[in-house]
């Protein structure tokens, strides 16, 4: 069965430092999503993806945080530098379309000291 | 402004206690209505989605249901393996991308 990948599963990094999630969508999944999940909470969107084209930024914090996704295939989410409050679990998920089931994947925990 | 509320935020049951869990939401022109199950450390697993009111889907245990205001999730005869976070999210209006999801509902099922 096909399935989300995301590396690293843990990331502990120190306040100021920089650090990166990579995400491969379901083959053929157009849309890719990038969620913060903070414990207790639900998901929230941070950006969206259709192909190569981001379509929705506009919740990410773009002083500190970007995201691309060069080949409209896997993407990559970069925080720099890193505060005390990112410390999440950063979730991304696929859809073969806009308004359609989003797939997650397992999630990176990050952990700032 | 849209908001989607789930409750209660815990529920402890008894394995075989049957139970359901409220979605509520506001918002303005609903197109889909999902239920994920969440376990701890884990990514949300898709379980259902809900396009119109009175429409109904089942999966072993767990059915969903939707009215024009909320949605329920019925567990009949829950077992410990059902111990998990439920998470409902909603897709509404025109936008395509608008994704919101409600906090969850912590679920344990004892033994």
């Known amino acids: 069965e096909a399935e989300v990948a995301q590396s690293p599963r843990y990331k502990i990094t120190e306040k100021s430092q920089a650090v990166a999630f990579w995400c491969d969508p379901i083959s053929g999944h157009a849309t890719l999503y990038w969620y913060r999940q903070i414990l207790g909470q639900g998901p929230e969107l941070l950006v969206q993806f259709q192909d190569e084209s981001v379509v929705d930024d506009s919740q990410l914090p773009k002083d500190r945080f970007s995201a691309e996704r060069l080949k409209g295939v896997d993407s990559t989410l970069k925080i720099q530098p890193a505060e005390l409050g990112d410390s999440a679990m950063y979730l991304c998920?696929?859809?073969?379309?806009?308004?359609?089931?989003?797939?997650f994947g397992p999630g990176t925990r990050l952990t700032v000291t | 402004e849209d908001q989607v509320t789930q409750s209660p935020e815990a529920l402890r049951l008894q394995e075989g206690e049957s139970s359901s869990l409220n979605c509520s939401y506001t918002v303005s022109g609903l197109r889909g209505l999902f239920w994920y199950r969440q376990d701890p450390g884990k990514g949300p697993e898709f379980l259902f989605t809900l396009y119109s009111a009175g429409e109904e889907k089942e999966k072993e245990r767990l059915k969903a249901t939707l009215t024009k205001k909320e949605s329920f999730l019925h567990i009949t005869a829950p077992k410990p393996e059902d111990s998990a976070t439920y998470l409902c999210?909603?897709?509404?209006?025109?936008?395509?991308?608008?994704?919101?999801f409600g906090a969850g509902t912590r679920l344990t099922v004892k033994p």
């Open positions: 999210a909603v897709q509404a209006g025109d936008n395509n991308n608008d994704m919101r």
């Open positions: 998920a696929s859809s073969s379309g806009a308004g359609v089931v989003q797939y």
